[in-house]
Nanobody, 119 residues
């Protein structure tokens, strides 16, 4: 059974830091992974992505503040969020694209974790 379990969200003051984790299980292999977020009344947007080889891509709004990384051996994705701003408040979702079996491709989402930045 393919599963993505996120953790690390919570309430933080502006300027603070949080680290999100996403543990993957049930995958035969994983290619690209990414973090997305959705604020109330807004569409889900890409925050950052990373390929299996380590190439990264960031939304302009988080460049220089957020860092995405992954541990392929542990099949875990991370998002280090520094210098948090109130506009970073959203539900953050983990996404993984890969294979559940040798022939079956999957594009899977986690359940989401709430990040609230407020004083």
């Amino acid at each position: 059974q393919v599963q993505l379990v996120e953790s690390g969200g919570g309430l933080m003051q502006p300027g603070g830091s949080l680290r999100l984790s996403c543990a993957a299980s049930g995958f035969f292999s994983i290619d690209a992974m990414g973090w997305y977020r959705q604020a109330p009344g807004k569409q889900r947007e890409l925050v950052a992505s990373i390929t299996s080889g380590g190439s990264t891509n960031y939304a302009d709004s988080v460049k220089g503040r957020f860092t995405i990384s992954r541990d392929n051996a542990k099949k875990t994705l991370y998002l280090q969020m520094d210098s948090l701003k109130p506009e970073d408040t959203a539900v953050y979702y983990c996404n993984a694209r890969g294979r559940r079996t040798v022939v079956t491709r999957v594009d899977y989402w986690g359940q989401g974790t709430q990040v609230t930045v407020s004083s």
